[in-house]
Each structure stands twice: as structure tokens, then as C-alpha cells.
């Protein structure tokens, strides 16, 4: 059904390598405060912990076909889903530092757990709540059945003599991260936990990063070109925007893996540089607008499949 494009993955790498456009993102400034907790606070460790975890499903479906993106005012700003959901747990988190502590949360009835979510109107707009209160009833027991804290479980990554690949090991366990087998949400929690002011996590074993494909990366893997659709039939889907089964959107996202694998390797470039230059890519490359190609700073390179949408498929994986 696709293929990767050699010659597109090599113009990426080679740009990313070249144009020092790709940094890795500390998940703190300019937005700390906001969408991000305070630096160097008690609780913030347990805060990144969940909030990772619920990274999915911010967009809505209507007949079969992709409809919008999810988006809510939260304390006077019309937020889009990832940022909704950062800016929902700091509030929660500025509200009481242990809210996000698994003892805590099992303690928690359902509606105190969704008004963690409320926007501005009083709702609570996330388009996937039952899977995120089934993960967090998840996480809760996984943790407090074992007598675990998130800091038991990064002080012995810590220990390891490969902390990532320790971290993500046991991350494959807990609910919440268990269910992707790319790893995107436990990946992107330890990029946080590396890269943020606190340092929580000191990366000793970058070989055992893995890429991060959520959907803003499988559009631009698309369009870019790094990915191409050779069966017709699935390409008039995703210009149509219409729902993929399961086997198609495997196979968009798991050749996305790929060819972000191999940009990683040939730029010598971390996991979160890379998901940092493509996270920014959303907005110049958006889902309700047409793109701003002639702005864009990899126009040059870019296959400008501008038809193309990320796979339209309900997972909690991203
Ligand atoms: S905005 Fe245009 S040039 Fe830039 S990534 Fe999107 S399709 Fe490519």
C-alpha cells in the first residue's frame, strides 16, 4: 500500500542535519506556568507521568470522516487538544501538587476525575473521555497494586545502564502506555523527563530512542514525500479524509516509523529534535487550512502532497 522514498528521506536528513532547525524542546519555557508546571516543584514528575499518557484521540469524527480538531477555551484561551490537555493537568496539578500521585487518583470518583477536564464552558470536550477514564482507572491500580511511585519507577531506570531503554521497558506495562507497541506516548514522556529544567531522566543509551508517530507526523510524512502511497484506493481515503481500518493505518504508521528512524540515523539527530522540527510543522502544514508552502523552510524539498491527511483512525496510541 506505501512505500518509503529514499531520496526524500536522505533531502530530510541532510536538511535537518544542515539547517540546525531541529532542537530538542524543554516542555517548559515559553509556556511555563500555563501549559507547563513550574520548574523544580514538587509534583511535576508525576504530572508529566499522566498528562503524557493522555496525548490521543483530540479530533472528531462525523459519518465516517474526519470533521475537526478539538478544540476548547480553558482559562480565556481557545486551546487545541495537546495543549488543552498540558494546560488542563498544570491547572490541576497549581490546584493540589499530588492530584496526578497514583494514590490519589485512586481515590477519585469519575465526575471528580472528568472536572479535572472542564473547559471554560463547564464541559468536558475530550472526544475520547470513556478510553481516557478507562486508562486512568489503569494507571491507578498498576501503580498502587505494586506499591509503585512514578519516582520508584525513574529512580530504577535511573540505576540501569541503559535508563531509556529501562524506562521504556517498563513503561510497555503500565496502562496508558501499554497499548501502542511504537511507544509513541512513552517515548514523548521520556524526551520530557530528559529535556526538561529538572533533568529528570540523563539519557546515557541514546540508541535506545525510537521514533514518535502521532498523527501531525504521519500528515507531514505524507506530504513531505517520505512516505508514499502507491495503492490508489487508499490514497482517495486519505484525501477523502475518510476512516482507515486497522491495517491501513498500520501500514502509513509503521513506514512513518521508518522513515523517521532513518532521518534520526543519517542526521545523527536525537528522537526529540526530530519530533520537535515536525511538531512545528503543524502549524505551517495544518489540518483545517490549506499549507503555506511558499513559507515553508523545507519547500525546496518537500513533495508537496498538500492532498494528503494522516490516517483517520480511533486509538489511544496518539
Ligand atoms: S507547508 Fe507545503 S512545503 Fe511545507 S511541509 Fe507542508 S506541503 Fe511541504
Redesign the pocket.
Known sequence: MVSLDERQIAAYAEHLKTSGTAKAFDFCAPSEGFLYPERHQPGVLETFFFSCSHQFGFWTLNSARWNKPMIARLDGRDLKGSDFMFRACTRAWQRNPRVFFPDTLATMGNAQLSDVFRDDDGANPLPMWAEHLALIHGYAQWFVSRNLEPADVLRRAAADSKPLYALLTVLAEVPGYAEDPLQKKAMLLAIVLENRPEHFLKVTDPESAVPIIDYHLQR?AL??GLVRVVDPTLRAKLEARQLLSAGEEFAIRSATYEAIAAIMAQAELSAAAVDWFFFQ?RT??PETSD???P?????AI?????RLFQPVFRTTAY
Open positions: 507531514s506530504r513531505a510543522n505551517r502544514c499549507p503555506k508552502c513559507e515553508c523552510p523545507v519547500q518537500c513533495a508537496k502532497e498538500t
